[in-house]
Antibody, heavy 117, light 107 residues
Framework: EVQLVESGGGLVKPGGSLRLSCAAS????????MNWVRQTPGKGLEWVAS????????YYADSVKGRFTISRDNAKNSIYLQMNSLRAEDTALYYC??????????WGLGTLVTVSS | IQLTQSPSSLSASVGDRVTITCRAS??????LAWYQQKPGKPPKLMIY???SLESWVPSRFSGRRSGTDFTLTITSLQPEDFATYYC???????????FGGGTRVEI
């Protein structure tokens, strides 16, 4: 069974940093591209970043480009999202998601990030 | 490409036929998926490539494309279908993925 477990969320002040982690199990991790997607009540679902299985292709939404960095450790079956210069509008539930082509076939339960002073 | 979903919400009864539309701006989307989300749960992929059903999806669900319009149809609404549905598209160049605003299906 595919399992994705996010961690690392919390309360952070504007301008601060946070690192999210996602531990994957139940599938051959090195065969799949991975993604971060976030959800807010007001703005709905928003794709954040993608990383290919071999880490040679990385993409970001314009809203986070230059502030967020996606990475993966294939030895640990994990992906990460380093979030810097956080803003109030980054407040969201952050999901880790596994690819099916460029769709999101499996999702974790999410980790909540709140940016507030 | 931006996705406009309609309606944003609808009320229906068990047994009703329901259709949700997702319209892509700036021409034709490269690929489109539909997701179902229930409260407190992550979205679940239902349909990809416009009309291919995931294995868990009942046959009363279908997806179709007509030009730049994509539709999700539920032929006979069941109690477990009350949820919020989202469309999602991707463009291969530049690399971009986006979601529609969602359609809440209520009793």
């Amino acid at each position: 069974e595919v399992q994705l477990v996010e961690s690392g969320g919390g309360l952070v002040k504007p301008g601060g940093s946070l690192r999210l982690s996602c531990a994957a199990s139940g599938f051959t991790f090195t065969s799949y591209n991975m993604n971060w997607v976030r959800q807010t009540p007001g703005k709905g679902l928003e794709w954040v970043a993608s990383i290919s299985s071999s880490r040679d292709s990385i993409y970001y939404a314009d809203s986070v480009k230059g502030r967020f960095t996606i990475s993966r450790d294939n030895a640990k079956n994990s992906i990460y999202l380093q979030m810097n210069s956080l803003r109030a509008e980054d407040t969201a539930l952050y999901y880790c998601a596994r690819d099916l082509g460029w769709y999101f076939q499996h999702w974790g339960l999410g980790t909540l990030v709140t940016v507030s002073s | 490409i931006q996705l406009t979903q309609s309606p944003s919400s609808l009320s229906a009864s068990v047994g009703d036929r329901v259709t949700i539309t997702c319209r892509a701006s700036q021409g034709i989307a490269s690929g489109l998926a539909w997701y179902q989300q229930k409260p407190g749960k992550p979205p679940k992929l239902m349909i990809y490539d416009g009309s291919s059903l995931e294995s868990w999806v009942p046959s009363r669900f279908s997806g179709r494309r007509s030009g730049t319009d994509f539709t999700l149809t539920i032929t006979s609404l069941q109690p477990e279908d009350f949820a919020t549905y989202y469309c999602q598209q991707f463009d291969s160049f530049p690399h971009w993925l986006s979601f529609g605003g969602g359609t809440r299906v209520e009793i």
